[in-house]
């Protein structure tokens, strides 16, 4: 059969909340155009984040009720470190509240002022611990990843030569490690192959560089190998998982991401003196190593998660329904940047709205416009979230100006995303119509989670 239906029934509900244009048209205005300052119960389909959004498995509640919330040596603790250790053979696995957190241990120990955190692109929190700790964070994209229509299966790529280049230019010594985001979150959700990951672990290897992976959405990495990259075809997602993790020292992880967890994650690795080092950090601020700031019960879920994330009629269900949305937006010529990410779908704002100067911030419009339309939240990924002032206080614009619809795992059907394809091809046809903004108030740091703006007289 051709269709590809949602591998899962529906077994208890949320209801939706239907919003009309006239209470969009006052709650965003009171949202001061902002969307992230929305009540999440007046948003229609809500695509801010994938991150802890998931809906769990009769399987994962099930296993909440089996939380063992012992101080010390739970049950689900071993539960949790035995399923992470089947997928990344890691000896040495600590638990954390979230991703971050996993971050702020490891570059702690290892950054500090002078040296370098090279990547294919560090996501927000990744690049704010680095910098946190001294260090200095370094994008090493390769080109084809910063080209909005390239059709290359493997976008998220390290370009190597740069690598290579950076590292003899700076010295090994500088280099606190290597970390590769899988799939690259902030280069619009693009896979990283495995000829890639091992070309930057032998790099590693001749110059004694640790090298990390920032494991997130490592099977929706591991199904596009699976995909794209030839002599895996055969293999289960499960093998290429397990051979990407072969590959590295350690990673972080966010389970809120491809562990179908709504909190949680770990840091895991192989050096035994930096592990005990860990410990100790996340005893301080987390918690004991055998439940690191979860409860028995998160372990639990994240445990389970783990074993349903690698099934592959999930993933083709989750990557396909992704593809299945950017053919709807090909068919009007909508612009968005190619292919589709494995978790999400980035607009192009620029080339959506370019009577929109970068001034006027066309990616928070265009997300304003999703909203008013049709109840959609987007996230902004432009100019707002890391466009700079120069001395004179002219904006510096960001390279990109994209809006980003990322999609809860096992939470939306079919007709959401034909809602969706409707809504935004009603937005694509009056587009002329849509103003730009200004900041009314903002914050020194990550102001596009609490700027408030207002639409100008005249574009
Ligand atoms: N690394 C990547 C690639 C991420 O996408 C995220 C989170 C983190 C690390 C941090 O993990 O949130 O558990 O502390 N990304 C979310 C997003 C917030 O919306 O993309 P966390």
């Given amino acids: 059969m051709k269709t590809i239906f949602e591998p899962f029934r529906i077994k208890s509900v949320e209801p939706i909340y239907v919003t009309t244009y006239p209470e969009r048209v006052e709650l965003l205005e009171r949202a001061h155009f902002n969307p992230f300052l929305l009540k999440a119960r007046d948003v229609i389909i809500d695509l801010l984040t994938d991150s802890g959004t998931g809906a769990m498995s009769s399987h994962q509640w099930a296993g909440i009720m089996m939380g063992d919330e012992s101080y010390a040596g739970s049950e689900s603790f071993y539960r949790f ?29 290892t950054g500090g002022t002078g040296k ?7 996501f927000d929190t990744t690049r704010a611990n680095i910098e946190y700790s001294g260090a200095e964070g370094i994008d090493l994209l390769c080109a084809e990843g910063k080209q909005m229509n390239s059709e290359a299966p493997f976008k998220g790529n390290i370009d190597i030569e740069k690598l290579r280049n950076f590292i003899s230019e700076k010295g090994a010594a500088a280099i606190a490690m290597v970390i590769i985001t899988i799939t690259n979150n902030s280069g619009g959700g693009q896979p990283v192959s495995m000829a890639n990951l091992k070309k930057v672990k032998s790099i590693c290897n001749a110059h004694q560089i640790p090298f990390f992976i920032d494991a997130c959405r490592f099977a929706e990495n591991s199904y596009f190998i699976k995909l794209r990259e030839p002599g895996y075809g055969e293999k289960t997602v499960l093998e290429i998982a397990q051979e990407t993790f072969s590959i590295a020292d350690g990673c972080t992880m966010s389970a809120k991401k491809d562990a179908f967890a709504n909190i949680g994650g770990f840091l895991a690795m192989r050096d035994e003196k930096l592990a005990e080092q860990s410990r100790n950090l996340l ?3 987390e918690g004991f190593p055998t439940y690191g ?33 950017g053919e709807k937006l090909d068919a009007e010529n909508i612009p968005y940047l190619k292919p589709t990410g494995g978790h999400a779908l980035y ?15 066309p990616g928070q419009a265009l997300a304003c416009a999703l909203y008013l339309t049709g109840g959609i939240r987007s996230v902004e990924i432009g100019s707002v979230m890391f466009g700079k002032y120069d001395q004179q206080g002219k904006l510096i614009p960001h390279s990109n100006e994209l ?15 034909d ?7 009603e937005v694509f046809k009056n587009r002329e119509q849509i103003k730009g903004l200004e900041i009314t108030y903002e914050t020194q740091y990550l102001r596009h989670f609490t700027a408030k703006f207002r639409p100008i007289e005249k574009n």
């Fill in 81 to 109: 470190q035995s399923a992470v250790y089947n997928i990344t053979g890691m000896p040495h696995i600590i638990p954390v509240h979230q991703g971050r957190a996993a971050e702020n241990i490891l570059f702690t120990l």
């Fill in 116 to 122: 370098y955190v090279l990547s294919n692109t560090l």
């Fill in 283 to 285: 005893i301080i601020n």
């Fill in 293 to 325: 700031g979860l409860a028995g019960r998160d372990l639990e879920a994240i445990a389970i998660g783990l074993e349903e994330i690698v099934k592959e009629d999930y993933l083709q269900y989750r990557i396909r329904s992704i593809a299945y949305l």
């Fill in 347 to 361: 607009l192009d704002a620029k080339g959506f709205l370019p009577h929109i100067s970068a001034e006027h911030y």
């Fill in 403 to 417: 809006v980003r619809l990322a999609f809860p795992r096992r939470m939306y059907t079919q007709s959401h995303m």
């Fill in 419 to 425: 809602y969706l394809a409707e809504v935004i091809v």
